[in-house]
């Protein structure tokens, strides 16, 4: 079980108080006990995350743990199995209804959030090069928020212009190019619109389906929970340490498929490294052949790649950012190859 949030205070075991620690503390002898916490590479039941709060009893994973009624059934919404294949409905209608709510972001955090359809990030859109979408927004909300599309589209449907609260619009885009595209709300100040939740994935799959795959798609963002300038903590799709609860899990010697984007505020970039195994990297828009290979990628605001792999092994590869500070406070998870 993970640890409560409480701080660490160099008591002598049983006597915390509540609010320290939720989990049984080490055994210890009494010369042990005399002497001052002092973290080592041995104790990382000790470990401490971010503001000195008290994070991790794992033996290696994330310092920020997943709220503990965040089931697996939850990462079902971003994943598509090989055998997913797109309606072929010309035109895609989706509706989308803006409101705030509170979010649980890890365990023992809430957080006051702005959502597309009350989650963050908002619901994937997916749709053919070419097919003609219509976008209806609802905002229900005390705030003016907007809805805009990264790619290619007429410049009237930009989503700069504010929708009123509680008023409603209807943008018409044509998907394109191929690739994964972010949306957010467009308001000013763009940071605060962003940070709080407004954002979502966009795929525009090739007229020639691309080869079956076990597909993600990965959003990553920061939260500052303190109202500070500054995140501490960090979520794959919405969650801290969503999947070193729940690994992703797929079959030795299959194609992978990870559409991975940057809705991080507030930092200038963040790097995804995948351990033991290297991918396939398709940055540029439009295309699905690979313009390069290696065991991490670079990606600064609202940047995304589609990186591509197999597991030739059974066991758990682990990835992460590889800005420490992030991975350790919500950034780390695993993919198990079965």
């Given at each position: 079980m993970g640890a409560i949030f409480g701080s660490y205070s160099n008591k002598a075991p049983n006597q915390y108080s509540s609010g320290d620690i939720c989990s049984s503390?080490?055994?210890a002898?009494?010369?042990?006990?005399k002497q001052p916490f002092r973290f080592t590479a041995d104790s990382y039941v000790n470990s401490i995350g971010a503001n000195g709060s008290l994070r991790a009893t794992n033996n290696y994973g994330s310092m920020a743990h997943p709220p503990f009624h965040i089931k697996e059934e939850y990462t079902?919404?971003?994943?598509f199995p090989p055998n997913y294949r797109l309606d072929s409905a010309k035109t895609k209608e989706f509706n989308l209804n803006v409101f705030p709510l509170n979010v649980d972001i890890a365990h023992g955090v809430s957080y006051s959030a702005w959502t597309f359809d009350g989650t963050?990030?908002?619901?994937?859109?997916r749709a053919r090069l070419g097919d003609d979408l219509l976008i209806h927004v609802k905002n229900?909300?005390?705030?003016p928020h907007s809805l805009h599309f990264h790619g290619t589209h007429d410049p009237g449907e930009d989503g700069w212009e504010p929708i009123p609260s509680f008023g409603e619009k209807t943008y018409k885009i044509q998907a394109g190019p191929v690739g994964i595209h972010p949306y957010h709300c467009h308001v000013p100040p763009l940071t605060l619109h962003t940070a709080k939740g407004l954002f979502g994935a966009f795929i525009v799959d090739p007229l020639t389906p691309r080869p079956p795959a076990h597909e993600f798609v990965l959003t990553f963002s920061g939260w500052d929970t303190k109202n500070k300038g500054k995140n501490d903590f960090y979520t794959w799709n919405g969650v801290s340490g969503l999947y070193d609860r729940y690994p992703m899990k797929v079959p030795v010697g299959e194609k992978v498929r990870f559409y991975v984007q940057n809705l991080l505020e507030l930092e200038p970039v963040f790097t995804f490294h995948l351990h033991a195994q290297t991918f396939d990297i398709i940055r540029n828009l439009g295309s699905t052949k690979p313009d390069g290979h290696s065991d991490v990628v670079t990606l600064g605001p609202?940047?995304?790649?589609?990186i591509e792999f197999t597991l030739p092994?059974?066991?758990r590869y682990m990835f992460h950012p590889h800005q420490t500070h992030m991975a350790e406070n919500g950034?780390?998870?695993?993919i198990v190859a079965i």
């Open positions: 503390p080490p055994s002898t009494s010369d042990e006990i079902s919404r971003f994943y963050v990030p908002g619901p994937i859109l229900s909300s005390p705030d609202t940047e995304r790649a589609v092994k059974k066991g950034g780390m998870g695993w």
